[in-house]
């Protein structure tokens, strides 16, 4: 059963932790990177029929599977990829950064141009569960951005394919390249490149402890977009709110993970105490519900707060993946917070239509990096580079003041720079 902590009554500390993960896969993962770098596509073919039981002929998805996958999945989810392609696409086209120039001096230009990166590579998992939600969230902001080639790796069945939904929504978020590949293997293969798999420069994409051991093996290698780690949900709730509305989204990320932490925050006594037994309604319910009963006895809480304020205080020192604020007027309180991977406004906003439909991002940043990092977005897959250029009167005017400069930080070979091409 979920716990029930009220503030003033429990240390800080108690209230503030969060589930740190412990499994050390460092070693492990060390191994199958160097294998994977060393042997190329041999070590892919080993590790494929080793963890996901497939005999392989071919690494990568052909057309025709892809083709075979878009007939499987029944035409109404074919819909509602499209849609939600389409809400995504129309969300992430406003983050699009355009270059700039800057030619208000005499003699000066500078500049800065938008880059999109050459390659980038997705990691989409396909485990313990499918999701297609994650394809789109990831192709298409790259696709947006202008990646020249999106290449995507996703972990076969015995039988050697991929899950037809998954590469239905490949399909429609227009990856280039799809690979049979998951775990650490295939971030390996990502980051070096094999006969078959190409480099790539960036690497995004949730999942297990060995695919974010890897991922953060090979930064440096490569670019990634963040250490992911388990699923969280916090909820800001007053006493008005449905316990069972609340029950149902805090189970929503529940049953991600038994690593997942869901935690409610309210001013109301009354709702803490219905929420707690309505999980006990909804839990035996779930398809999944012996993860979900693990992530909520677990690392479930209910932070029963003296005001709605205060509510919002714990939140931000908690700096949650997903925030949802349960509350009649959610934009009177939007300002206050400052600290979210995602923020879910009102009564009828449930995080899950973030995770699908709506259009914002779903891959977001956990364990507390909402303080300091962002969503995915379609910065994750540009660069940028600047430029400057000054004619010899342009020069003239300030290279002084940069020898100088120069001279004062004991560089003397940077002011003889500045100022040897005005020499006679």
Known sequence: MIKILKCGEVSNDEIFARVVPTVDVAGIVTDIIDNVRTRGNAALYEYCETFDKAKLT???????????????????????????????????????????????????VMGQKVIPVDKAGLYVPGG???????????????????????????????????????????????????????????????????????????????GNAFVAEAKKQVFGVVSIDMIAGPSEILIVADGKSDPR?????????????????????????????????ELEVQIPQLSRADIARESIDRNGKIIVADDLMTAIDI??????????????NPFDYLDAIRH????????????????????????????GTAKFSSPLSVDDFVKKTQY???????LEQVAEDVAFFAEKEGLTAHAKSAVIRLEK
């Open 58 to 108: 071919s690494l990568q998805v052909s057309p025709e599977e892809i083709q075979e996958a878009l007939s499987l999945v029944e035409p109404r989810f074919i819909d509602i990829l499209k849609t939600a392609a389409a809400n995504i696409r129309a969300f992430h086209e406003k983050q699009v950064r355009n270059s700039f120039i800057l030619n208000d001096r005499p003699g000066i």
């Open 128 to 206: 313990t569960a499918a999701y297609p939600s994650t394809v789109l969230m990831d192709a298409i902001p790259a696709k947006i951005a202008g990646v020249p080639e999106v290449v995507m790796v996703s972990p076969p069945g015995a039988d050697g394919k991929i899950n037809p939904v998954i590469l239905a929504a490949a399909a429609i978020a227009g990856v280039d390249k799809i690979f049979k590949l998951g775990g650490a293997q295939a971030v390996a293969a990502l980051a070096y490149g094999t006969e078959s798999v190409p480099k790539v420069d960036k690497i995004v994409g949730p």
């Open 245 to 277: 509305c609340v029950a149902a989204d805090l189970l929503s990320q529940a049953e991600h993970d038994r690593l997942a932490s869901a935690v409610l925050v309210t001013d109301s006594a009354a709702l803490a105490e219905a929420v707690q037994a």
């Open 315 to 328: 939140a931000n020192e908690l700096a949650p993946e997903h925030l949802e604020l349960c509350v009649d």
């Open 340 to 367: 979210a991977g995602s923020i879910f406004m009102g009564r009828h906003t449930p995080e899950a239509l973030g995770d699908y439909l709506a259009g914002p991002n779903h891959t977001l940043p956990t364990g």
């Open 388 to 394: 400057s250029y000054f004619t010899r009167a342009a």
